[in-house]
C-alpha cells in the first residue's frame, strides 16, 4: 500500500467524523442546550422536561449524528421515530394529559365552582398575543400557535403546535416550559402590582368537603360538555378526564398508578428529548424563536393580569370575596401557580392559607387553556 | 429617457396585475366587475360555481394555508396564511350575469371579531361547566341526603 493510499484511507475516515463537517453555529445551540441542563440540575427550574429538552438540543446539534432524519434507505433515525409517532401523531401530549388526570384531585374546583370563571378569564394574554403575533409577521396559525404559550399548559401548547405550526414546536414547547419554570419570578411582581393590601387579606371560608360520587362524575360531566362545545380537544380533555375517573373511582389502582407514575415518567423523557431535538441550528437560529421568547414573556404575564383582574370584577358581585392573589393561579402551571399565591398570601398574612382555594383557578386554568386551543383549532379546521 | 420608462413601468404595474389578480388572488378570466373597492371586489363569471372553483384550486394549488370549506349556499376559501386578500366566496346558485364571485380584503376587524368572539366562547365553555358542575353537585347531594334519611 502506497502512501499516497493510506492518505486517502486516513482522510475517507476523517470525512465520516464530525469533524470534518463542523459548522460555527452549532457553538450557539451547544451553548442553549447546556444552559437549560444548567437550569434544571444546578437552579431545579422544572428539571424533568429541561434536563432532557436541554440533552436533545445538545445532541442533535452534532454534524452526521443520526438522530433526527432519516438513513439513505429512508428508515427514520431513533428520535425521529419518537417524534413522529409521539408528537406529530399527538400522542405523547394526550398520554401526559392521562397521567396529570390521575394525579389531579378536582376537590377544590368542585367545592368552589365559581373559580372556573378565573380559568377563563386568564386566557386574556393569549388572545391579546396573537394580535401581536400577527402584526409583527406571523401567520395566523403561527400567531395562534405561539399566543396558547401565555396559558403556560405545555401539553395543550405542544398539542396546538404539532396542529397548526409544526415548525414552531421548538421554540414553542421551549418558551412554555420555560415560563413555567420562572412562574415564581414572574408571577409576584404581577400580583403585588395589580393588588391593594386590603385586598391581599382577604380571608376566604374554608372549603365544603365533596363527596366521592360528586368526584367521579365530575369528569363525566366536564368531558360530555368538552366533547359537545369544543369537541376539538377531546383528544386532550378526553385523556385527562380518563386518568381522573381512574383516580376517582378507586377501583383500578394499578391502572392509575401507572398513569401516575411510570407511564408519565417514560412520555416525560420522550417528550422532552424529541423537543429538544427538533431545535437543530438551522431551524432554531432566527429571529422567530426569540421573538417567541419576548413575546411568550408578555403573554405570560397579561394570562396572569388577567387572572387577578377577572377575580377583582367577580369581587364586585360576591358575598363571599375571593382573594385576587388567587387569581394568578387561573394560568395553568399546575401546582406551581397555586403554590406562588400560597406563598404572597401569607407573606401579607401568616394565617392566611390560599393553597386549596387557588388549587381552584388552578385547575380552570387547565380546561380554559384547552378550550382556548379549542377555539384556535376549529377556526382553521 | 431610462428614468422615466422605470417610472412608467412602476406606474402601469400595478394596474395591469390588477387586471388578473385582486391583492394576489386570481380573478377568472372572463369577469365582469359588480363591484371593486379597495376592500371587496365583486364580480360575475360565465362560469359555472364548479368550473371556478377548479379555476382556484388549480391557480393556488403552490400557495399555503389556504382553507376550502363548502357551505350550503356557496364555497368560502379563506387565507390564513399572509397574503393581501382574505375570502373568496363563490356561490352556488348561478344569477342571471352568471355565478358570482365575492373577494374581500384581510381586514384587522376580522380578526379582532373572531378573537373577542372566541374569547368570550372560552367563558361560555367554563359556564357550561360550572352550570353542569352546579346541577349534578345539585342532583347527587339530594341523593346523598335521601339515602341517609333511608338509612336513618
Known sequence: MSVNEILDLLKGILHTTGVFNFELNVIIMWAIGALFMYLAIAKKYEPLLLLPIGFGIFAVNFPLVPLMGYTESGHPQLLEVFYHYGLQWEVIPCVIFLGLGAMTDFGPLIANPKTLIVGAGAQLGVFVTFTGTVLAGFTLKEAASVSIIGGADGPTTIYLTQKLAPQLLGANALAAYSYMAMVPLIQPIIMKLMTTDSERQIKMKQLRAVSRQEKILFPLVTCGIIALLVPAVIPLMGMFMLGNLMKESGVVARLTDTAQNSLMNIMTIFLGVTVGATMSADSFLSWKPLFIFGLGLIDFAVCTVGGILTVKIMNLFLKDKINPLVGSAGVSAVPMAARVSQMEGMKYNKTNHLLMHAVGPNLAGVIGSAAAAGMFIAMFD | ?152
Not at chain 2, 422615466?4 to 372572463?30: E, K, N
Not at chain 2, 379597495?38 to 363569471?45: G, L, P, S, V
Not at chain 2, 380584503?105 to 365553555?125: C, E, P, Q
Open chain 2, 1 to 152: 429617457m431610462k428614468k422615466y420608462f422605470i417610472v412608467l413601468l412602476f406606474i402601469l404595474l400595478p394596474t395591469v396585475s390588477f387586471a388578473d389578480d385582486f391583492l394576489g388572488a386570481p380573478i377568472a378570466p372572463d369577469a365582469q366587475t359588480v363591484n371593486k373597492s379597495e376592500k371587496q371586489f365583486t364580480y360575475t363569471t360565465s362560469m359555472s360555481h364548479d368550473e371556478v372553483l377548479s379555476f382556484y384550486k388549480e391557480k393556488m394549488a403552490t400557495f399555503e394555508n389556504i382553507k376550502y370549506r363548502d357551505w350550503e349556499e356557496e364555497t368560502y376559501i379563506e387565507d390564513d396564511g399572509s397574503m393581501g386578500w382574505h375570502s373568496i366566496i363563490i356561490s352556488k346558485e348561478p344569477g342571471e350575469q352568471g355565478t358570482q364571485v365575492v373577494m374581500s380584503k384581510d381586514s384587522w376587524s376580522w380578526i379582532m371579531g373572531t378573537l373577542i368572539l372566541r374569547y368570550i366562547a372560552v367563558f361560555v365553555v367554563l359556564m357550561v361547566v360550572f352550570l353542569g358542575m352546579k346541577i349534578s353537585g345539585a342532583i347527587i347531594s339530594s341523593y346523598v341526603k335521601s339515602a341517609e334519611a333511608k338509612k336513618a
